[in-house]
């Protein structure tokens, strides 16, 4: 079982609609919890950070975060074709140096 | 945007060369990082360094090698290159407290030949 897991996608939206990326990790000590977006050819770029149960919200990212249950979750609102891009989840145990990401999912937004 | 050059952002080479890339920072951070990104296997980490000559191994160091003799800067070395070790390779810095976030350079296009 890898540490960090996501659907590698791709997960195709309409514009306007709710797009929803799901990341599961498999160390309960996690504490940090990080979404980046990555563009075709491009570096990784901080969108969310999360740290406690529960939702946090930016503009039209909100991060979900379930320690009982071991996943967190991005959504995003009103999905732009600009929003299309892979999207990594990356997890920081014991609030230690180092973070385990996930292989990304996909998201394509269709006009 | 945080303060993280990579150089060179492209290079090809010939298997068996020496290659060194660079990462420099302005944020004065302690830990710097340098991953490698391949189709099918996601970010991975080489090396990374928790200040000046302070390195450690990361999940995929074999023939790989880094120094820091400044703050600022974070090298990473291929002795001899091999075909296996075309990739885009990624340096992340990081401030110092246990939630912060890595921020990534540009990246650097390597192809051996």
Not at chain 2, 38 to 50: K, W
Not at chain 2, 55 to 80: A, I, Q
């Amino acid at each position: 079982q890898k540490e960090v897991e996501q659907n590698s996608g791709p997960l195709s939206v309409p514009e306007g609609a709710i797009a929803s990326l799901n990341c599961t990790y498999s160390d309960r000590v996690s504490q940090s919890f990080f979404w980046y977006r990555q563009y075709s050819g491009k570096s990784p770029e901080l969108i969310m950070s999360i740290y406690s149960n529960g939702d946090k919200e930016d503009g039209r990212f909100t991060a979900q975060l379930n320690k009982a249950s071991q996943y967190v979750s991005l959504l995003i609102r009103d999905s732009q074709p600009s929003d299309s891009a892979t999207y990594l989840c990356a997890v920081n145990k014991n609030a230690g140096n180092m973070l385990t990401f996930g292989g990304g999912t996909r998201l394509m937004v269709k006009p | 945007d945080a303060g993280i050059t990579q150089s060179p952002r492209h290079k090809v080479t010939e298997t068996g060369t020496p290659v060194t890339l660079r990462c420099h920072q302005t944020e004065n951070h302690r830990y710097m990082y340098w991953y490698r990104q391949d189709p099918g296997h996601g970010l991975r980490l080489i090396h990374y360094s928790y200040g000046v000559k302070d390195t450690d191994k990361g999940e995929v160091s074999d023939g790989y090698s880094v120094s820091r003799s400044k703050t600022e800067d974070f090298l990473l070395t291929l002795e001899s290159a091999t075909s296996s070790q075309t990739s885009v390779y990624f340096c992340a810095i990081r401030g110092t407290g246990g939630n912060q976030p890595q921020h990534f350079g540009d990246g650097t296009r390597l192809s051996i030949l």
